[in-house]
């Protein structure tokens, strides 16, 4: 590892306040500090409207990071140091003479620039504009943003030109966390340094792949944002699109962001149009009705609160995308992605074809083929499905199904898997791009993702109940197994 000074940087935070900030980048900031990533000269300037001074937000943000991080990861002097590196300024964004007080905390900083935008999408433009006012920005400043990057293409090329009026592309670090998750980029790892996969990688060998991000949770209180969102724009246009590419992306020529980002825009490019005449078979949407969530009762959708009833907004999407290149010609991919699901699962699953000639008990022929399991939450590892003999001499040449598992926590036991913004964070801090998302991989998901909304918009069907704590509406099940295949779980 470089020595750590080369990555002293000056943070200044937007939003330092909010949410995400609090539950996510000051835990990871702590974690950084941890495990001794964080330059002893960085310093973190938070911005947010509320009056207070350096000290009370000290004291808020020690709060939240021992609230947020494990007990057993908690270190008091540790916990210090950071809040040592941390100043608040009380500050309104839309004011362009509040700029000013950038440039003096500047002056006495040093490092690389990095502004993080943990603030609504909407105001981004402004932000970035005043910075660049007041001079508070230059060709070297990194500028870190979060989803959703606009509702549809159109908006979010708004907010794409605004950001490119201010900065070059090379200077923006556009978030989806799932690409700083541990498994997701061991998929990287997997895929491109094990010869034994690179060569089975595609639709000779593979008959169809399985992506399923389910969680347990339902919307508490988020509604408000997600009522104008829904399943597709909040999950599947950014996580799910991004987990596709990687799996079915061409081997980059080397690591760099470009060369990666180049072959995952290549999928984007290809994905088969869901046009109306597949949506029947293609395509399921899905609201949970009231159920039980972890062995308690829990309201639907429609009874959550906040909610206007009569709301159409999708809860689940399954679908089924086709990728129009020679690799993965007849491959289909199955993809399912819902709230209040019975459990927070998320997981990639490989099935192979069988082998070609089979020459075993003609009984056990429905025994699965080879299928590799890559589980991204909760417990991050993978597991490969594979057929050996059973043992006993009274077994002849029985077959027996068995995984070759390898669960990260247990062979890496000594190291905690770090949370994905600890990652991003520090790839943000090193100015590595390659696990963020470049403008052309955005709008081309939106262009996929809008055809999609635009017949669902003109269509009066409602999404399709589910119970919470289901696997989605039955029709989910419908789709994969009119193909002759089931969902792993049901299977
Ligand atoms: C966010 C979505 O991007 O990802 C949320 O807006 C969702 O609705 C979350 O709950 C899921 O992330 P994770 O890492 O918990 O799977």
Not at 110 to 139: E, F, Q, W
Not at 217 to 242: C, P, S, T
Not at 324 to 353: A, D, M
Request: charged fraction near 25%.
């Amino acid at each position: 590892m470089a020595e750590k000074t080369e990555y002293r940087c000056d943070l200044i935070m937007f939003g330092a306040l909010g949410d995400l900030a609090q539950r996510k980048l000051f835990p990871a900031l702590y974690q950084l500090e941890r495990a001794k990533l964080l330059a002893a000269e960085t310093r973190i300037l938070a911005l947010a409207r509320d009056r207070l001074d350096t000290a009370a937000v000290r004291a808020k943000l020690e709060q939240s990071i021992r609230h947020h991080v494990p007990r057993e990861d908690m270190e008091e002097d540790i916990l210090e140091q950071l809040l040592g590196h941390v100043d608040y300024m009380c500050f309104d964004f839309s004011d362009t003479d509040s700029y000013e007080h950038l440039n003096r905390w500047r002056e006495k900083g040093g490092g690389a620039l990095i502004v993080y935008m943990a603030t609504p999408p909407s105001i981004y433009g402004m932000i970035a504009r005043n910075l660049r006012h007041r001079g508070c920005c230059d060709g070297s400043t990194r500028v870190v943003v979060e989803k959703p990057i606009g509702h549809d293409l159109a908006s979010s090329k708004v907010i794409n030109d605004q950001l490119a009026d201010v900065f070059n592309e090379s200077q923006l670090f556009r978030i989806d966390h799932y690409l700083g998750k541990e498994t997701v980029q061991n998929l990287i790892a997997l895929r491109f340094a094990n010869n034994l996969f690179a060569t089975q990688w595609n639709q000779n060998h593979i008959s169809h792949v399985e992506i399923t991000v389910a969680e347990s949770v339902g919307i508490e209180g988020r509604w408000g944002y997600f009522d104008k969102a829904g399943q597709m724009r909040d999950m599947i246009q950014n996580h799910l699109l991004q987990l596709l590419c990687l799996i079915a992306m061409d081997p980059p020529s080397d690591l760099s962001a470009d060369s990666i980002r180049d072959e995952k825009v290549k999928v984007l490019k290809v994905l088969r149009p869901i046009t109306p005449d597949l949506m029947e078979t293609h395509l399921v949407r899905g609201q949970y009705t009231a159920g039980t969530s972890e062995g308690r009762p829990v309201p639907g959708y429609q009874e959550e609160e906040g909610v206007s009833p009569g709301s159409t907004t999708e809860t689940f999407v399954a679908l089924k995308a086709e990728i129009q290149n020679w690799r993965w010609s007849g491959v289909p991919f199955y993809i399912r992605t819902g709230k209040r699901l019975p459990e927070k699962l998320s997981q990639i699953i490989i099935h192979f074809k069988p082998a070609p000639h089979y020459i075993f008990d003609p009984d056990q022929k429905h025994l699965a083929n080879n299928k590799l399991i890559i589980r991204l939450q909760p417990d991050e590892g993978m597991e490969l499905q594979i057929l050996t003999k059973d043992q006993g001499l009274d077994k002849g040449m029985r077959l027996r199904q068995g995984p070759l598992e390898l669960a990260f926590s247990e062979a890496f036991s000594t190291s905690r898997i770090p949370d994905a913004y600890e990652r991003l964070l520090w790839e943000v801090m090193k100015g590595n791009q390659y696990l963020f998302v470049r403008r052309d991989e955005v709008e081309h998901a939106w262009r996929w993702v809008d055809q999609i909304m635009t017949h669902w918009e003109d269509q009066t069907e409602r999404p399709k109940r589910y119970a919470a704590g289901t696997w989605g509406p039955v029709a989910s099940i419908a789709m994969i197994t009119r193909d002759g295949r089931s969902w792993y779980e049901n299977a």
